[in-house]
């Protein structure tokens, strides 16, 4: 990790994922979020355990070594692993309540895409997520995650209060989907282009992604 404690940080990003593996639309939604927000720092969270995902995630130590080679070089990113050294389900709220301890001047944004907004009523403590953070949305290729895992499906919609507090970030439609990647390579296909240089070097000497 870098910096943890930065007194100047009034504006601060918190964007959470599997990055199994991280993508392009990853790296440009949280550039987006720090021109348009004018985030000070984005701290950049790979999941420990995903309750919400059936599939069995990649080693932890895998996802954080490429998510900080998507990352390298941008020095307002902090790739942050507490969920990862945590023990439990990973629940956002849990990050923002360390988050807002750790950080108590500044306003925490919390970064995610369209499938996970869809998502959202089903989240642990999602009323008070929607307290302490403002919720800020990307749009993403509807039939992107058509067949993928990303998120359980909430049997009540999200309260009023938070739909109204929801800003949008816009960037434009990637068709970036981890999911995608990871069937790329299994089927010995190319992916350049779809992550960061350094981690595609990173999946193809760690040989990741391959069948056995
Ligand atoms: N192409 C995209 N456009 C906009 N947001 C995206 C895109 N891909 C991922 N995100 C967002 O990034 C966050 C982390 O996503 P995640 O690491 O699960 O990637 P993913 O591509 O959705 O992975 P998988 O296909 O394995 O479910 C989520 O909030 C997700 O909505
Ligand atoms: O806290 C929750 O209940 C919760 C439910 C679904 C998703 N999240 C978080 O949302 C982020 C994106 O999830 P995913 O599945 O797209 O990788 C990641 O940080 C997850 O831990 C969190």
């Known amino acids: ?8 940080v009034q504006r601060l990003g918190v964007f959470g994922g599997a990055f ?18 004018q985030l000070d720092q984005v701290r950049v969270l790979p999941t420990g355990q995903a309750w919400h995902k059936t599939r069995t995630l990649s080693e932890a130590a895998h996802r954080l070594a490429m998510t900080r080679l998507a990352f390298e070089g941008q020095s307002r990113v902090v790739v942050d692993d507490r969920e990862i050294m945590r023990s439990g389900p990973s629940y956002t709220v849990d990050t923002l309540h360390d988050l807002q301890a750790e950080f108590p001047q500044a306003q925490l944004y919390l970064l995610l895409g369209n499938d996970q907004r869809r998502s959202l009523a089903a989240w642990h403590q999602i009323e008070e997520i929607g307290r302490i953070a403002i919720i800020c949305a990307a749009s993403r290729d509807t039939g992107v995650k058509a067949w993928s895992d990303s998120g ?16 949008i970030l816009n960037m434009p439609l990637m068709p970036h989907s981890a999911t995608d990647i990871r069937v790329l390579v299994a089927t010995d296909q190319a992916i350049s282009g779809l992550v960061p240089t350094a981690v595609e070097r990173y999946i193809h000497e760690h040989h990741l992604y391959r069948p056995h």
């Open 1 to 8: 990790m870098g910096l943890t404690q930065a007194p100047c």
């Open 20 to 37: 199994d593996p991280p993508h392009q639309a990853h790296v440009a939604l949280v550039n987006a979020a720090m021109t348009q927000l």
């Open 152 to 167: 359980s499906t909430p049997s009540q919609p999200l309260s009023d209060a938070i739909e109204a507090r929801i800003q």
